[in-house]
């Protein structure tokens, strides 16, 4: 705990210099090395530059990122925003081979948490916590939404809390089918991290915002292409010898290894859809499927092999919210399903996340 402490320490401490030399540097590109030197004698002059670098920010993502047509879009008419949100966390693993028909699912219970939010403008900053013991080890989301272009980032570890869920083709001695459902297997430890950035074709009558950030509202229903690159890189270490003996005697052979990772480039296009159906009130659905190179490699006991193929795998986005401007409470579902293949192996892993928030607004510009 000390040393999560000191880690959260040393990393505010570090962000807040990088942050004022960025600013520094944006707002003041032409400044002398003399008057340079003056600002660290008089701190004050630090914060005026700084003040000036935000602005200017503000100022080129809203002229060339955010415009909007305010008769099919109401702009954010307040400077800050709260929100509590309750979040309901899955993820699972499905392994199948094809030669023996055998397949098995490892996922953990989902997980439950609490957060408090604060919003300005584009950006949320905020603090949740798992209210059941079932919790990644690691667990980060940030989105970025303009009218125009979006990212989504994530990292996620976890090495503790799977269960078997499922379990087909798997039979003992004397040919009757395994069923072990809900079993603890502690012999998989996973990593994944990867970015999205998509752009939005129509995005002067069309508000992603305005499903998934409460920045704006959303007047006549609308839709829009979406354009989006995609990188996701991902690392499993399995044990198959975790598993129960009646289990590992049955098991195929084309699942003994110990690690599989993955890098995954992929481009995604789709399509987004706001419909307004009553006064303040949205519904959103969002679907980019995605087409990938991906670079795997598969490590055995005694060999590694390495896998170069093209893949499909699914983003999906699901909200529904109603927001009259002052207030708002809605509810939204984001996914991610990715999927990849050996010879005989075959792959799924997803994850997402289900929330049900409520906020206000306030401080009008």
Not at 160 to 189: C, P
Request: hydrophobic residues 35%; charged residues 20%.
């Amino acid at each position: 705990m000390q040393n999560k402490k000191a880690n959260r320490k040393y990393i505010s401490e570090l962000l807040l210099p990088i942050t004022i030399a960025i600013l520094l540097q944006i707002s003041i590109p032409s400044l002398s090395q003399d008057s340079f030197n003056t600002l660290f004698k008089y701190p004050e002059k630090i914060l005026g530059y700084t003040h000036t670098g935000i602005h200017k920010t503000e100022e080129l993502i809203d002229k060339y990122l955010d415009q909007k047509d305010s008769l099919y879009i109401s702009p954010n008419i307040y400077k800050l925003t709260l929100m509590a949100q309750y979040s309901n966390c899955y993820e699972y693993y499905r392994f199948s081979t094809e030669n023996n028909n055998q397949k098995f699912t490892l996922s953990p219970d989902n997980s439950d948490k609490l957060g408090i939010y604060v919003g300005w403008k584009w950006i949320f900053l905020g603090w949740s916590f798992d209210i059941n013991s079932n919790k990644a080890k690691v667990d980060l989301n940030f989105s970025f939404y303009t009218s125009k272009v979006g990212i989504d980032i994530f990292y996620r570890k976890r090495d503790k809390g799977f269960k078997i869920k499922d379990l087909v083709g798997f039979k003992d001695n004397a040919g009757n089918e395994i069923r072990t459902y809900n079993g603890f297997f502690d012999g998989i430890s996973v990593k994944q991290k990867g970015v999205n950035v998509y752009y939005i074709f129509n995005n002067k009558k069309f508000s992603y915002p305005a499903a998934y950030s409460q920045t704006t509202n959303q007047r006549i229903s609308c839709g829009s292409f979406i354009l989006g690159l995609n990188y996701a890189e991902q690392s499993f270490h399995i044990n198959t010898e975790k598993f129960d003996d009646k289990i590992q005697e049955s098991i195929s052979s084309d699942f003994k290894f110990n690690e599989i990772k993955y890098k995954d480039y992929s481009i995604n296009f789709g399509y987004s859809y706001n419909w307004v159906f009553a006064r303040n009130c949205l519904a959103n659905i969002s679907l980019t499927p995605a087409i990938g190179y991906k670079n795997t490699s598969f490590k055995f006991t005694d060999s590694r092999d390495f896998i170069k193929n093209i893949n499909f795998d699914l983003i999906t986005r699901i909200g529904v919210v109603y927001n009259n401007s002052r207030y708002f409470i809605g509810l939204s579902h984001i996914s991610h399903t990715y999927s990849y293949r050996k010879t005989n192996i075959s792959i799924v892993n997803g994850f997402g996340t289900i929330n049900l928030y409520a906020g206000f607004n306030l401080f009008k510009k």
